[in-house]
T-cell receptor
């Protein structure tokens, strides 16, 4: 399966600011997914990042708040914009490599103060 | 709709066996994943079941019954390091995984 490098691993940000999270995959993948995991909760899908087209967002998530880029088949970014304390979560990217074990990035632990 | 149920919390004793159940009702089904997630870390892949039956991998085994919409993860010879959340996730094709809420397992001495 693929290896995904995600950064930053953690950050503490002021409310109203934005943070961009990066994921680099060591092989080409068709789609990448961005998840949010709030404290004590399971993973909630934010959007699917498609190369060459706009991301597809899930209900409750909008492009203005979570803009996503996918410039090529090995890289994607998620920006958390105009942050508030409610955005404090772990953010994870994953790939769709083969039929076994979707691989996750190591996660970004975001705290908004 | 998509619905995946698993117990919220479980406690088991070091050296014992524990079974974590997962039931699912999804609009499509191509397989079921189990992930382990330690606090503050990303999920790591444990198992993937496509066909009915038991898949054994060391101390961990996973079972699937497609007709019953049911799976379980069996952990044997529990160790303290097995204290973690265990996530059940359904795979419906080349689409995002749908996750259950996770089961937080505490292993006690």
């Amino acid at each position: 399966s693929a290896v995904i490098s995600q950064k930053p691993s953690r950050d503490i940000c002021q409310r109203g600011t934005s943070l961009t999270i990066q994921c680099q995959v060591d092989s080409q993948v068709t789609m990448m997914f961005w998840y949010r995991q709030q404290p004590g909760q399971s993973l909630t899908l934010i959007a699917t990042a498609n190369q060459g087209s706009e991301a597809t967002y899930e209900s409750g998530f909008v492009i203005d708040k979570f803009p996503i880029s996918r410039p090529n088949l090995t890289f994607s970014t998620l920006t958390v914009s105009n942050m508030s304390p409610e955005d404090s979560s772990i953010y994870l990217c994953s790939d769709t490599t083969a039929n076994y074990g979707y691989t996750f990035g190591s996660g970004t632990r975001l705290t908004v103060v | 709709g998509q619905n995946i149920d698993q117990p919220t919390e479980m406690t088991a004793t070091e050296g014992a066996i524990v079974q974590i159940n997962c039931t699912y009702q999804t609009s499509g089904f191509n397989g079921l994943f189990w992930y382990q997630q330690h606090a503050g870390e990303a999920p790591t892949f444990l198992s993937y079941n496509v066909l009915d039956g038991l898949e054994e991998k060391g101390r961990f085994s996973s079972f699937l019954s497609r007709s019953k919409g049911y799976s379980y993860l069996l952990l044997k010879e529990l160790q303290m390091k097995d204290s973690a959340s265990y996530l059940c996730a359904v795979y419906s094709g080349n689409t995002p995984l749908v996750f259950g809420k996770g089961t937080r397992l505490s292993v006690i001495a």
